[in-house]
Structure formats: structure tokens, C-alpha cells
């Protein structure tokens, strides 16, 4: 499985740990906030995008969103994740996938081998 580039989005750093081990062997780049990410993903571009759903500020559907003003190639590599079952989702566009924030390792590599054909 080659390596991809993944930036995750999170404010909490607990779970951007917990998520970096899972994700070993690839290039994980970190966010705390989606202005942060945004401001990563105008300097490149990655494989893959893992952003919280619910976070301080600016959360993963306002994220998706601006991504999706700015850098709509970027789109179909975005997964929301989410702790808790939010009424924010409803507001994302049906074809954006969102899992529940504790991923089994299967959907995690379900969604790495989904970014894999993407980048193929």
C-alpha cells in the first residue's frame, strides 16, 4: 500500500495522536483549526482529509464549505468525522462522508484504499 499524504483536522490533540498511530506509515499533517488547514491546503495538495466535525471557531461544514470555494479538486478527498451524531451534517452535500469519530481500523482502511483510487 504506498504511502499517502493525510492532513488531519482536530482540536483536540488526543485525538490527532490517536489518529497519527493508526495512520502510521503515511504522511500525516496536522490542523487545530480549519483556518489552519486551509491555510495548509493552499500551499498543497493531499490525498486524503480528515476534519472534526464539530470544533471551536470554524467547524467541518464551514470547512468543506470554503474547500469547496477554493479548492473543489480537493473535495472527494474530504471525510467528516464526528463524535457525536450532529444536526450540523445535514448541512453537508450527501455525496461527503461522514463516519463516527472512533473509526475501526476496516472503515479507516476503507477510506485509505478510497483515497488510494483517487490518486491512481
Known sequence: MPSLSILLVDDEPLIRSSFRRV???HEVVEAATGVEAL?????????????????????G??????????????CARVVIMSGSPSSGQRHL???????????EPAVLQGVIRGWQQLSS
Open 23 to 25: 495512520l502510521r506509515g
Open 39 to 59: 491555510e495548509l491546503i493552499a500551499d498543497r495538495r493531499f490525498d486524503g482529509i480528515l476534519c472534526d466535525l464539530c470544533m471551536p471557531g470554524m467547524d
Open 61 to 74: 461544514v464551514e470547512f468543506f464549505h470554503r474547500l469547496a470555494e477554493r479548492h473543489p479538486e480537493q
Open 93 to 103: 452535500p450527501p455525496e461527503v462522508q461522514v463516519l463516527e469519530k472512533l473509526l
